[in-house]
């Protein structure tokens, strides 16, 4: 094959590979439809789910028994320790088949009371579809010119080949590894779990006057509890502060008394002097 051959398929190949949208991949050899059906389309599916339970750490483990049953697994997983008088709370962050999503939540639902839900879907048919297409024309590309490598009888073609095929190998690894993320994305849904115990659960508003007076009550001793932590913060360094001024009151009293010292020792001094002068000029 002569060198001039060569780069007119590298010209073509490049033309193939390369990133753009549907119109350029459809120049290249690969046909792009636009109108996906809805039955195929890709989306990604997130979520973020409250319940209040009564023991976050058996209900942890509940969630995770549902998540794995469904084939789903746990990617994150925080608990805290009970203190204060409440049970703890946990966090799960779980994939779910997005098939199986809500059947699944309708089983979260039952590990308490439910406080929020929320599911965002993000529709990404379009990447997903110009990733596939892209792949495709490089791989076709890639295949056209190791066709060609077997078929080269100079050095210089040998090197041109070589370097085409390894810029275009690099770029078909970046793009499948794009489509498994999404792939990925799609197939499993990430759904946060937060399970609160019943003492961490948001408060109910009173509904009859008893309620509302103990609610007050509630707040008025909660109120004075936490002026009695603000004055227990704040004794030591009143009591720092109080030392300090002290020691700058010493200071200055110490300085003034130096002070009035000096000027009741001069003060004789001067009498006297005003008196030796006073005797010269009654002998003049």
Do not use: C, H
Not at 10 to 15: C, K, R, Y
Not at 192 to 209: H, K, Q, R, Y
Not at 271 to 282: F, N, P, Q, R
């Amino acid at each position: 094959m002569a060198p001039g051959d060569t780069q007119e398929y590298l010209v073509e190949g490049a033309t193939d590979g390369r990133a753009g949208t549907a119109e350029s991949l459809a120049e290249g050899g690969i046909a792009f439809d636009a109108a996906v059906p809805d039955a195929s389309r890709d989306v990604i599916t997130t979520g973020y789910m409250s319940v209040t339970v009564k023991s976050p750490d058996e209900a942890s483990a509940d969630a995770i028994r549902i998540a794995e049953s469904v084939g789903g697994r746990v990617d994150g997983r925080n608990e805290y320790a009970p203190r204060d008088g409440n049970r703890g709370s946990a966090t799960l962050t779980l994939r779910i088949p997005a098939s199986e999503l809500t059947a699944t939540l309708d089983k979260f639902k039952a590990l308490g009371t439910l406080q929020e839900v929320s599911i965002n879907s993000n529709d990404v048919t379009m990447q997903s579809r110009d990733l596939e297409a892209r792949i495709t024309a490089l791989d076709a590309s890639v295949d056209r010119l190791l066709a060609l490598l077997t078929k080269a009888e100079d050095t210089d073609t040998l090197i041109q080949l070589e370097t085409a095929i390894s810029g275009r190998q690099g770029e078909l690894e970046s793009l499948k590894s794009q489509k498994r993320y999404f792939d990925d994305q799609v197939a499993m849904s990430t759904l946060t779990l937060s399970l609160i115990s019943e003492a961490d659960a948001p408060t109910i508003e009173p509904g009859n006057f008893i309620d509302g007076l103990v609610t007050g009550w509630n707040s008025f001793v909660a109120f004075f509890a936490g002026v009695l932590v603000a004055l227990g913060v704040l004794v030591p360094w009143l009591i720092l502060g109080a030392i300090i001024a002290g020691i700058i009151m010493l200071i200055v009293r110490s300085k003034r008394r130096s002070r009035r010292n000096a000027a009741a020792t001069s003060s004789p001094a001067a009498g006297a002097s005003d008196t030796k002068v006073s005797s010269a000029k009654s002998l003049d």
